[in-house]
């Protein structure tokens, strides 16, 4: 694949993006896993914080900024966008001489499987580099699952030494020109990572954390940045002014919500990423830009389509 860079002779570069943002303790974690092999250039383009559930989302009609950060042992900098600004502009050669071989997002606190691809930041800043033809992969971590426990920084070191081989074997391939163009691949560590059963290949499942909303009294109580308020603007003269009235009645109105995860998904078939993942596997899932339908869908509509056009074109 050409991208800018000779790995022949030299080592390759790896771009590392993240979507909990660049001082997350996985994103830490894999730089410095990657670094300490010697064999790669690493490069860090991040978001400058937390930007959980992105997915795809770019800053379309808003301008980002950069900023370079001291992450040891790589070339670092803070976008104030989305994984998928990072990524994107990462690549660009706006900041960076060239192209890296190989993006990795990640390590993400918590796992990214089945139907939650699609809301995933980190599978979305992978995703940015296969859309541009750069090799790329998703790592996270299924740590949430680990109810009790406190999150151990050790665990996600482990989970970068993991995903070591399958970064340097998609290099490897790189080199060699023989690395599959029409995919990219999501990797998913179980919670007891230093208990897993090694590494499957698997397909992406359907499970998801269903949703639910809960009303909140204002903003302030569920921590965030400012409590609910009904901003004051000073009219133009000749402009009528609303009444205390009126104004308590619209703050009565302003009704605050939190979205909250409901209930835990459902195990799949034994083939996918969700239910190989709590059976304590290292998922592999090779994913494109987005997920096909199934086999019986696609021939049911193969069938159902021309008789659609038969009573379209009646009605003409």
């Known amino acids: 694949m050409e991208n800018g860079n000779s790995i022949s002779g030299d080592k390759p570069t790896v771009m590392v993006t993240n979507d909990d943002g660049i001082d ?30 992105a997915s795809h989302c770019v800053s379309w009609q808003r301008v980002v900024t950069v900023k370079k950060v001291d992450v040891p042992g790589a070339t670092a900098f803070a976008v104030s966008g989305t994984p998928a600004d990072s990524t994107s502009l990462g690549i660009s050669k706006k900041i960076f001489p060239s192209v890296p071989d190989l993006v990795v997002s990640g390590i993400n606190l918590g796992c990214n499987c089945g139907y939650d691809i699609v809301y995933s930041g980190t599978v979305g800043g992978a995703r940015e580099a296969f ?47 023989t690395y599959p163009q029409n995919c990219f691949l999501n990797i998913n560590v179980p919670r007891e990572v230093a208990n897993n059963k090694g590494y499957r290949l698997t397909k992406q ?18 921590g965030t940045t400012s409590p609910t308020k009904v901003m004051e603007i000073k009219p133009p003269e000749n402009t009528e002014v609303c009444t205390e009235e ?31 993942l ?14 096909p339908a199934e086999i019986d869908s696609v021939s049911f509509f193969k069938k159902w389509l021309p008789g659609v056009c038969e009573r379209f074109s009646s009605t003409l």
């Open 246 to 276: 009126s104004a308590l009645s619209t703050k009565e109105e302003h009704l605050v919500f939190k979205l909250d995860t409901a209930e835990p998904p459902a195990v799949d078939n034994d083939d996918t990423d969700y239910s190989s």
């Open 131 to 177: 859309f541009h033809g750069i090799p790329s992969v998703a790592v996270s971590y299924d740590c949430y699952n680990m109810v009790g426990q406190k999150l151990n920084v050790d665990d996600f070191t482990l989970c970068a030494e993991a995903s070591i081989p399958i970064i340097t074997a998609m290099l490897s391939e790189i080199k060699n020109k």
């Open 278 to 291: 709590q059976a304590g596997y290292i998922t592999v899932t090779p994913l494109s830009a987005l997920s």
């Open 24 to 53: 997350a303790p996985g994103l830490r974690a894999l730089v410095a896993a990657l670094v300490s092999t010697n064999l790669f250039h690493v490069l860090v383009f991040a978001p400058d914080s937390e930007r959980s559930a």
């Open 205 to 222: 499942g359907k499970c998801f954390y269903k949703m639910g909303w809960t009303q909140v009294t204002s903003e302030a109580q569920e």
